[in-house]
């Protein structure tokens, strides 16, 4: 497999469908980033709370549920009380922090939970991946637009079986058929027909 995404790639390497596979995977590996810089925040503040004894009773909300019914699936006709954790005030959560771990439950949603803290440093951290992934969508943008196939474009045939693979041409015309946008393709003083989606244009 290896061994064909390498082919393809050199194949491909002058084309502009070739950027547009280069930014979208950049574009992946950012968010990848953003996923493991999430991932260790949410450790940092999980940490904190352990280290600084937060309350397991109310998880740092200094709330507990005291009665819920099941007739009720969203927690709606629930009914909370303070922690009864006599170590647990208000200090001794600001410390500490919320605990993370559990996600938001639907009782947080209730009681309009905020994990302030934590969202915060997410924003701050996160903000310079964004404005990266909104550089390479303006990219994708103008790259797409040039990738355009049109009478007079030059372009390289990288898949099917009906014209050789590597086979380079001019595209002549180009229409719709019952399978699709096909182009016609000189190359020397032959046209081949085929379908759009099997070229890709060269850069110019
Ligand atoms: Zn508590």
């Not at 979208?24 to 999430?38: G, K, L």
């Not at 600084?52 to 009914?79: E, H, I, K, P, Q």
């Amino acid at each position: 497999m290896a061994r064909k995404n390498d082919a393809q790639h050199e194949l491909l390497s002058n084309t502009y469908l070739q950027l547009i596979y280069d930014i979208e995977r950049r574009r992946q590996s950012i968010y990848e980033m953003i996923d493991s810089t999430v991932r260790s925040l949410r450790e940092t503040f999980t940490r904190r709370f352990e280290t600084m004894g937060g309350c397991m009773t109310c998880r740092g909300r200094g709330w507990v549920v005291t009665w819920d019914t099941l007739d009720f699936m969203d927690g709606s006709a629930a009914c909370f009380g303070d922690c009864p954790n006599e170590a647990c005030t208000k200090e001794t959560r600001e410390r500490s922090g919320l605990d993370l771990s559990s996600g938001q439950s639907k009782y947080d949603r209730i009681q309009g939970t905020v994990f302030f803290d934590f969202e915060k440093a997410r924003s701050i951290m996160v903000a310079p991946f964004l404005a990266c992934v909104r550089k390479l969508d303006d990219e994708l943008v103008t790259v797409r637009e040039m990738s355009i196939v049109k009478k007079g474009s030059k372009v390289i045939v990288f898949k099917g079986r009906k014209v050789p693979i590597g086979t380079i041409g001019t595209v002549v015309w180009i229409g719709d058929s019952t399978w699709g946008a096909r182009v016609g393709v000189k190359v020397g003083e032959d046209v081949k027909w085929l379908s759009a989606s099997n070229v890709a244009k060269l850069r110019e």
